[in-house]
């Protein structure tokens, strides 16, 4: 029997991966009652073969209140036992958190006086216990509902290990600004501008002929490899100190050419890796824009 138990802060998007489980034919139960998880366990399992409870999903948050504290002591109980199962932890930053609050107009559990943001605050400090536990985090802050769909099938029904770190490769023009949320900035400006040949022009880092331009000069390969070399190092030694989520920008005049054709080697080598990745170019279609309201 497989128990996945879904946990993490709120509106980081627990109901959309209960969902998903539950359409994988995982048997989900959302907001048992702590005291009540062992005995469900033990029950599942002695029924597993006669009922299918072979694979099992929990869901379980902050909303369980003060009972949260014996979660502690029923997952060391549940391991003592030897279940099979494993915490799914999501997570996502203040700044969404606090958005995804506003757009749906729901009150946040622990926000009494109706403070969002300090609500988040002492979720964040009781949920910490379930963080470290995790054996997955995802950082859902940038994810679009199906991406997150897609990187919870790979996680949980695929069992691919993301080692709880999804890195962003994001491309930008630094004549919109470098990314607020950035961890990382690389400057591709360096090399040729496919924006100075008239017939590639109007194309993007998407395109094979942009693609062909960019990597046939010999410091966009060694530029490549040399990041390549550099990420492969970082990313264990963040994942050691903690981080879940990772934002590595590429940037060129206009984030059109350049960086995204960067952007998409970089993403492809990583993916390559045992961690979640995604490629997203945020100025890409900035120029095109731009012309049109002239």
Same mark, same amino acid.
């Given at each position: 029997?497989?128990?996945?138990?879904?946990?993490?802060?709120?509106?980081?998007?627990?109901?959309?991966?209960?969902?998903?489980?539950?359409?994988?034919?995982?048997?989900?139960?959302?907001?048992?009652?702590?005291?009540?998880?062992?005995?469900?366990?033990?029950?599942?399992?002695?029924?597993?073969?006669?009922?299918?409870?072979?694979?099992?999903?929990?869901?379980?948050?902050?909303?369980?209140?003060?009972?949260?504290?014996?979660?502690? &002591?029923?997952?060391?109980?549940?391991?003592?036992?030897?279940?099979?199962?494993?915490?799914?932890?999501?997570?996502?930053?203040?700044?969404?958190?606090?958005?995804?609050?506003?757009?749906?107009?729901?009150?946040?559990?622990?926000?009494?006086?109706?403070?969002?943001?300090?609500?988040?605050?002492?979720?964040?400090?009781?949920?910490?216990?379930?963080?470290?536990?995790?054996?997955? =985090?995802?950082?859902?802050?940038?994810?679009?509902?199906?991406?997150?769909?897609?990187?919870?099938?790979?996680? =949980?029904?695929?069992?691919?290990?993301?080692?709880?770190?999804?890195?962003?490769?994001?491309?930008?023009?630094?004549?919109?600004?470098?990314?607020?949320?950035?961890?990382?900035?690389?400057?591709?400006?360096?090399?040729?501008?496919?924006?100075?040949?008239?017939?590639?022009?109007?194309?993007?880092?998407?395109?094979?002929?942009?693609? &062909?331009?960019?990597?046939?000069?010999?410091?966009?390969?060694?530029?490549?490899?040399?990041?390549?070399?550099?990420?492969?190092?970082?990313?264990?030694?963040?994942?050691?100190?903690?981080?879940?989520?990772?934002?590595?920008?590429?940037?060129? +005049?206009?984030?059109?050419?350049?960086?995204? +054709?960067?952007?998409?080697?970089?993403?492809?080598?990583?993916?390559?890796?045992?961690?979640?990745?995604?490629?997203?170019?945020?100025?890409?279609?900035?120029?095109?824009?731009?012309?049109?309201?002239?």
């Amino acid at each position: 029997m497989k128990i996945v138990i879904v946990t993490g802060m709120s509106g980081a998007g627990k109901s959309t991966a209960l969902n998903m489980l539950e359409d994988e034919g995982y048997y989900c139960v959302d907001n048992m009652p702590i005291s009540l998880i062992p005995k469900f366990a033990e029950l599942a399992d002695c029924q597993e073969q006669d009922n299918g409870y072979n694979n099992i999903a929990l869901g379980v948050d902050i909303r369980s209140g003060h009972s949260l504290a014996e979660f502690e &002591s029923v997952l060391d109980y549940m391991k003592k036992r030897q279940y099979n199962y494993k915490i799914l932890f999501l997570e996502s930053s203040d700044e969404v958190l606090v958005k995804r609050y506003k757009e749906t107009r729901r009150t946040h559990p622990l926000a009494k006086d109706g403070r969002v943001d300090r609500g988040i605050e002492l979720e964040r400090e009781q949920l910490k216990f379930l963080k470290q536990r995790a054996d997955y =985090i995802v950082d859902t802050s940038t994810l679009l509902t199906r991406e997150l769909k897609q990187e919870l099938q790979k996680i =949980i029904l695929e069992r691919k290990e993301y080692n709880n770190l999804f890195v962003t490769v994001l491309s930008f023009g630094f004549k919109y600004g470098i990314p607020v949320d950035a961890d990382i900035v690389f400057d591709v400006r360096f090399l040729p501008n496919p924006y100075y040949v008239e017939e590639l022009r109007p194309l993007t880092g998407n395109d094979k002929p942009i693609q &062909s331009f960019v990597m046939k000069a010999p410091e966009a390969k060694e530029f490549l490899n040399k990041v390549d070399d550099l990420i492969q190092f970082l990313l264990p030694n963040y994942v050691k100190e903690g981080k879940s989520s990772l934002v590595i920008a590429v940037g060129c +005049t206009g984030g059109k050419h350049r960086s995204v +054709t960067l952007a998409n080697e970089l993403a492809a080598r990583i993916a390559s890796t045992p961690y979640g990745c995604k490629a997203e170019h945020r100025d890409i279609d900035k120029d095109a824009k731009r012309k049109g309201d002239k």
